[in-house]
T-cell receptor, first 113, second 109 residues
């Protein structure tokens, strides 16, 4: 069966520090991968999605970047965090086939102080 | 760019009541629509997936409908229970997947 792993679960980082959040999927190949951010009490904002290795679509220009170094690995990074980067970050995957469900990781609660 | 709207933003009902949550989207060229549940501080749990060619899907006390041409979906919850209290999110998928802001449901015992 397929599983998605996202870590760490919580993270407290100072302003100006770098960030690296990792998401990996097991039990499938060539998935679509997604990064979302959810501000407190708000909906999910799509940050990046990827339909294959090295193929990243960016939704919101900001100081975040994403990379997909391997088929089932999706990394969210920042060189210098801002206070406004605080939030709940969620990774998701789906099969590339159109009519299939998407599944989410458990999320990373990031607090920038 | 696809815009997804959910109404109401919050809903409080007594236990046992039937209720309807609404989701609308601006671009009907979607592959599917998916309803999720989110408990506070947690990730999302998939409830129902409706393919673009389908009109509705049912799972237990949940029934979701899709009218793609008018850009609307509803989630019907029958005989609500306190354990149904959560935020309900709809998402429409093409290559990307876009969400509404959710409906926060409270079911009072």
């Amino acid at each position: 069966s397929q599983t998605i792993h996202q870590w760490p679960a919580t993270l407290v980082q100072p302003v100006g520090s770098p960030l690296s959040l990792e998401c990996t999927v097991e039990g499938t190949s060539n998935p679509n991968l997604y990064w979302y951010r959810q501000a407190a009490g708000r909906g999910l904002q799509l940050l990046f999605y990827s339909v294959g290795i090295g193929q990243i679509s960016s939704e919101v220009p900001q100081n975040l970047s994403a990379s997909r170094p391997q088929d089932r690995q999706f990394i969210l990074s920042s060189k210098k965090l801002l206070l406004s980067d605080s939030g709940f970050y969620l990774c998701a995957w789906s099969l590339a086939v159109k009519n299939t469900e998407a599944f989410f990781g458990q999320g990373t609660r990031l607090t920038v102080v | 760019k696809q815009e997804v709207t959910q109404i109401p933003a919050a809903l409080s009902v007594p236990e046992g009541e039937n209720l309807v949550l609404n989701c609308s989207f601006t671009d009907s060229a979607i592959y599917n629509l998916q309803w999720f549940r989110q408990d506070p501080g947690k990730g999302l749990t998939s409830l129902l997936l409706i393919q673009s060619s389908q009109r509705e899907q049912t799972s237990g006390r949940l029934n979701a409908s899709l009218d793609k041409s008018s850009g609307r979906s509803t989630l019907y919850i029958a005989a609500s229970q306190p354990g149904d209290s959560a935020t309900y999110l709809c998402a429409v998928r093409r290559n990307d997947m876009r969400f509404g802001a959710g409906t926060r449901l409270t079911v009072k015992p």
